[in-house]
């Protein structure tokens, strides 16, 4: 098993920006990739952005390139997001997620662990 703690979410104006914290416990050599989902509300679960655990390779949703940033301390065990320029749309709840398989990274259905979710809201 594999716990996840997020933390940074926040109220922040249009154009600030936010770090997200993801710290990993358990068995977290069996993890492959983590990832950052968000859900507003009325709205389904979707990927924001993903990094696998070894080697660093990270991919965004087009709706944050440029803007967001995963990255990972392995020695931490802790995957970040660092989410600049920030929008209204941008306000949702935030998840990690960690998964232990070769999956399509854009799919929830492919992480195995979740967080319990950090708020993220951002005022016009």
């Known amino acids: 098993q594999v716990q996840l703690v997020e933390s940074g979410g926040g109220l922040v104006q249009a154009g600030g920006s936010l770090r997200l914290s993801c710290a990993a416990s358990g068995r977290t050599s069996s993890i492959y990739r983590m990832g950052w989902f968000r859900q507003a509300p009325g709205k389904e679960r979707e990927f924001v952005a993903s990094?696998?655990?070894?080697?660093?390779?990270?991919y965004y949703a087009d709706s944050v390139k440029g803007r967001f940033t995963i990255s990972r301390d392995n020695g931490k065990n802790t995957v970040y997001l660092q989410m600049n320029s920030l929008k209204p749309e941008d306000t949702a709840v935030y998840y990690c997620?960690?998964?232990?398989?070769?999956?399509?990274?854009?799919?929830?259905?492919?992480?195995?662990?979740w967080g319990q979710g950090t708020q993220v809201t951002v005022s016009s």
């Open positions: 997620a960690a998964g232990r398989r070769i999956t399509t990274v854009t799919m929830a259905s492919g992480y195995d662990y």
């Open positions: 990094i696998r655990w070894s080697v660093g390779t990270t």
